[in-house]
């Protein structure tokens, strides 16, 4: 019996997504996050002229770019896919940050 923790499937590191898949997926579901919250960010700004959302706009683009970069360059497997996977969580959080900075400016005025 191979006690190894490392072949333990039921690992969240041991998904597929992050040993062997060819990183299409995250580009698949970063480019769909990344349009869903430019799109919500592009409307939000009409609400809040302050900025955020258009510089939101910006660092979404700017990951969805890095991510198609390590996809590119970066050689070796996991290392591609745990970067690509940081960038597709980097996009929702900072769309949710967005978001939550404009919601917040229009509770207090």
Partial sequence: MND?????PTK???QPALT????RSWLVLGGLMGAIAVV????????NSTGV???GIVAIVLLFLAMLEVRLLVT??????????VCFW???GVAL?????IASSQVVA
């Fill in 97 to 101: 940050a967005c978001v939550l900075v």
């Fill in 20 to 23: 062997t898949s060819s990183g």
């Fill in 90 to 92: 980097l996009i929702a």
């Fill in 4 to 8: 190894d923790p490392r072949d333990d």
């Fill in 53 to 55: 959302a258009m510089i």
């Fill in 40 to 47: 919500l960010l592009w409307f939000l700004q009409q609400v």
């Fill in 76 to 85: 070796r497997l996991r290392p591609r896919l745990v970067l690509m996977a």
């Fill in 12 to 14: 969240v590191t041991n």
